[in-house]
């Protein structure tokens, strides 16, 4: 049995938590509570697992949650705080969701019935569907997309309606062009303090969970505002910022402040340049500048990978219409195999440490990437002052058992290449190093 002690917050909801523990629900997520003494609340023990927040579990963890929405509501409740720095639900040993946040402020009625005392929070009593709704996709941007800045709404519409509008427009703008988009159409198209809308909602889930297996997803849509073309020469703008044609190519002073174009490719041309390199793979090659350079500039075999179709896509058609002779390849980076001469991650680690594959440990990345290079590995770091890293590295409910940070980074790196040279900035924060394997590439 656990018995935990109520905090005065929680105990100010004390009458919501007594309409769950009186209500006996029936649902495989929800053990049967009790709450002693007004100040202690009791249910049985069981070993649970951490839900991991990637879209495809965090879909079907979803999925359970509205299953027991339907179960909760025709007993006058419905969840609206599904987590906020913590997911309040969890795997049990049967594979099942559990529900792990019984206090009575993680609930709402349906229709308060009399005698309710007033509301601590102007929406935290008496279900509003739009609260309900934008609390949904409030959660969906938070776990499963790391965008820890709308927690300040997910705060702002407990108290203040008036702040829906602003926090659904973020919302959306958050999700938009993502695994989630859809769900969140569907959550905002349904009453949610119905078995109806819940009963929709979770066919809407399911539609978008059998999508991912057929097709694995981006977090974001593609970062590219313009592709044209002006007679033999494609003029690329957005992330990356290139002009490129069939024997030439021409990177712009444009980008991102964490990404200017012409800054990178400097550095990085210049170290394919005096190397020599004949053979390149850039993992994460984005709309391919580092790629169609290298075989412009070089005459490399360039081969770049992606985990973005839309990227995918566009350099492919780039490279054929130019003749390029390049390769690009939809591919996660633990996919990946196979030895290059030389490979870059450029603006990529901090997005495989935990956002986008699952290591939580930068030791087991540079382990691959070593697999991966045959002599030379060129690699951006964005260290822990670099805003994106910090977003990316830091995502609730994502493994983390080792920290992200610099020192860890070149700790591991020294002892998989012997060599180790700092061969320039990408910005501020994004130091870029040439590692060089021993042998014959020393």
């Not at 309040?88 to 349906?110: E, K, Q, T």
């Not at 850039?282 to 290298?294: C, K, L, P, T, Y």
Request: glycine share 8%; with cysteine.
């Amino acid at each position: 049995m656990v018995a935990k002690a109520l905090t005065p917050y929680a105990r100010r909801f004390l009458f919501m938590t007594r309409a769950l523990e009186s209500a006996r629900i029936d649902h495989p997520a929800l053990p049967p509570i009790r709450v002693s003494d007004d100040r202690v609340l009791e249910y049985p023990y069981e070993e649970l697992r951490p839900v991991r927040p990637y879209p495809s579990e965090l879909l079907r963890a979803l999925a359970e949650v509205a299953s027991l929405q339907q179960a909760l509501i025709p007993r006058n409740l419905v969840l609206w705080d599904l987590g906020g720095l913590e997911l309040n639900y969890m795997w049990g040993r049967d594979g099942r969701l559990r529900w792990v946040d019984f206090g009575g402020n993680a609930l709402l009625f349906v229709s308060p019935p009399q005698g309710v005392p007033p509301s601590p929070r102007e929406n935290l009593v008496a279900a509003k569907n739009r609260f309900i709704q934008l609390s949904l996709l409030i959660h969906l941007a938070v776990f499963g997309l790391g965008r820890r800045a709308l927690l300040a709404w997910g705060s702002a519409i407990q108290d203040d309606s008036s702040s829906f509008d602003r926090a659904e427009k973020e919302a959306l703008a958050a999700l938009r062009g993502t695994p989630f988009e859809a769900v969140g159409t569907a959550a905002l198209a349904n009453d949610l303090r119905t078995v109806e809308g819940w009963r929709a909602l979770r066919r809407s889930l399911e539609s978008a969970l059998d999508s991912l297996e057929d097709d694995p997803p981006a977090l974001e849509p593609a970062d590219v505002s313009s592709v044209r073309r002006d007679g033999p020469v494609y003029q690329v703008r957005g992330y990356q910022n290139f002009d490129v044609g069939p024997d030439s190519i021409r990177a712009l002073e444009a980008g991102h402040e964490w990404a200017p174009s012409y800054r990178k490719w400097k550095a990085v041309d210049a170290v394919l340049s005096r190397l020599g390199v004949s053979e390149y793979l850039d993992i994460g090659s984005n709309m391919g500048m580092h790629v169609f350079s290298a075989a412009i500039r070089q005459k490399a075999r360039a081969h770049g990978v992606d985990y973005n179709p839309e990227y995918v896509r566009r350099c492919s058609e780039i490279n054929e219409r130019l003749g390029l002779g390049c390769r690009f390849e939809l591919r996660r980076y633990s996919e990946l195999e196979g030895r290059y001469q030389c490979v870059s991650l450029l603006g990529v680690i901090h997005h495989l440490y935990h956002r986008t594959e699952e290591y939580g440990d930068l030791e087991p990345i540079v382990l691959k990437l070593a697999s991966l290079c045959s002599a030379y590995a060129i690699v951006e770091f964005p260290t822990g002052d670099d805003r994106k890293a910090r977003q990316w590295t830091g995502m609730p409910g994502r493994p983390q058992s080792r920290p992200y940070d610099l020192e860890r980074f070149l700790g591991a790196a020294k002892t998989l290449f012997p060599k180790i040279e700092k061969i320039g900035e990408a910005a501020s924060d994004r130091p870029l190093f040439l590692l060089t394997r021993g042998g014959d590439a020393a």
